[in-house]
């Protein structure tokens, strides 16, 4: 009897080198599939696809800010990391609105975006109660929540600052 003999008498999917060739090509699929996967989960809402509403938009967008520029409105954000409470004091007009909205708007990841009505504490002062940490870079937007006649916008970097101005742009 010879040597190799045995490894003849072996079926084929007992044998090492036929499950190594098969084992190439279905490695490729599986990481195919897996890119695949991974491009639409993690695909990015940047760009908007309705151009016309929006450039109708801009207009009022433009008017906002003018109306915040000739009442020479400002606001200083400032965030208690440790109560969890975020404090907006407005500076250059009396504002009457008794609460104002404001959009953490994060610049690649629709799903961090965050709305929140501030209430009205004292005159130009308003606060709200945040219900998650902070700690990503966000675009601000700040207008009152009823008759939106004007808006303030900054940007603010949780993680290294907890104060940010607002200003007409």
Same mark, same amino acid.
């Given at each position: 009897m010879r040597q190799?003999?045995? !490894?003849?008498?072996?079926?084929?999917y007992r044998q090492f080198w036929p499950w190594f060739l098969i084992? $190439?090509? /279905?490695?490729?699929?599986?990481?195919?599939?897996?890119?695949v996967y991974i491009a639409f989960k993690g695909a990015d809402h940047l760009v908007n696809d309705n151009y016309y509403r929006?450039? !109708?938009?801009?207009?009022?967008?433009?008017?906002q800010?003018?109306?915040a520029?000739?009442?020479? $409105?400002? /606001?200083?954000?400032?965030?208690d990391a440790e109560s969890g409470e975020l404090?907006?004091?407005i500076k250059g007009a009396e504002i009457s609105a008794k609460q104002l909205f404001l959009q953490l708007l994060h610049p690649t990841d629709e799903?961090?975006?965050?709305?929140?009505?501030?209430?009205?504490m004292a005159p130009n002062r308003y606060r709200v109660d945040l219900n998650v940490g902070l700690n990503h870079r966000y675009y601000l937007r700040l207008f009152?929540?009823?008759?939106r006649e004007w808006r303030l916008n900054g940007e603010i970097n949780f993680t290294d600052s907890n104060q940010a101005t607002l200003r007409a742009q």
């Open positions: 190799g003999s045995s !490894l003849d008498n072996k079926p084929w084992a $190439l090509p /279905a490695s490729v699929v599986v990481a195919g599939l897996t890119t929006d450039g !109708l938009a801009i207009n009022q967008r433009l008017e800010d003018q109306v520029l000739k009442m020479g $409105l400002t /606001a200083d954000i400032s965030l404090f907006v004091v799903n961090r975006d965050r709305d929140y009505i501030l209430s009205l009152p929540e009823s008759g």
